[in-house]
């Protein structure tokens, strides 16, 4: 006589089989455990609620929050921003020349991320012109970086305006990104926060750094000072060139 047996049911004669290995382990209950993470999770977040303050904003919740968590952020925030002041020791565009390609961009990349910025020739080009003006506010800043730029023609020989500006980052000796035209950040339409957010995607600044805070009205496209007309005449299709940049 055969009896059968619900291997999910907790009883004694169960708990037997499963020590004898008959029948499976009976699984475990998941609501604990997402109970759990829950409460972990709404811990974190507790603890992490001053992550994203600044000194200022620190200080108006002097009456909200206690003093000695506050003092705790306060002195996380004077460490990260001496550790910005060491380091930022650049805070403007490099102009390169071919000949020095290698020292100022490929070596240095040894040390920080450097970012190069081939422009164009022709002044009627504007996304390179807006470009250049980006390449400036990043420059100042996040001077921890280095930023350069010169005229894709006179970088590389040959280099079709066309595929100007193009955008080339380096870390430790070699290329991490290369970006013909700003077709991928916008075009014309293309804004500082683009550009930030490229350098998050590549590990070059933090989600926690301060520099990314932005003013309540960063986003007003009608006052944004980076704002170009789009060109009337259609971009034409970016080609691909193959080249040593070094």
């Known amino acids: 006589m055969q009896v059968e047996v619900d291997p999910t049911e907790d009883t004694e004669w169960n708990d037997i089989l499963r020590s004898k ?7 475990q209950d998941p609501e604990p455990l997402i109970q759990e993470a829950l409460v972990e999770a709404e811990r974190k977040a507790y603890e992490n609620r001053l992550e994203d303050k600044d000194l200022d904003e620190l200080d108006e919740l002097e009456d909200e929050e206690d003093e000695a968590f506050l003092e705790q952020y306060r002195q996380k ?10 380091t930022s020791v650049h805070n403007q565009v ?10 100022e961009v490929t070596e240095s990349s040894q040390k920080t991320f ?11 080009n504007v996304e390179s012109r807006l470009l250049t003006e980006l390449w400036r506010q990043l420059a100042q800043k996040y001077g921890d970086l280095k930023f350069c730029q010169i005229r894709g ?7 079709p305006d066309r595929n100007t500006p193009t955008i080339l980052v380096y870390k430790d000796g070699e290329i991490r990104k290369q970006m013909v035209t700003l077709k991928e950040l916008g ?11 490229m350098l998050l995607d ?9 520099r990314l805070k ?4 960063s986003d007003d496209e009608d006052n944004h000072p980076n704002r170009l007309r789009p060109s009337k005449n259609p971009k034409p299709e970016v080609e691909d060139y193959d080249d040593d940049w070094d």
């Open 21 to 27: 290995g008959i029948i499976p382990e009976k699984p």
């Open 153 to 159: 023609d006179m970088c590389i020989e040959g280099y």
């Open 94 to 103: 490099y102009p390169l020349q071919k000949v020095d390609y290698g020292r």
């Open 114 to 124: 450097v970012l190069v910025n081939l422009t164009s020739s022709a002044s009627q």
């Open 77 to 86: 925030r004077f460490a990260e921003l001496s550790t910005l002041q060491k």
């Open 187 to 197: 075009g014309v339409r293309t804004r500082l926060e683009d550009l930030e957010r």
């Open 202 to 210: 590549l590990g070059a600044i933090k989600e926690s750094d301060m």
């Open 214 to 217: 932005k003013d309540a009205d």
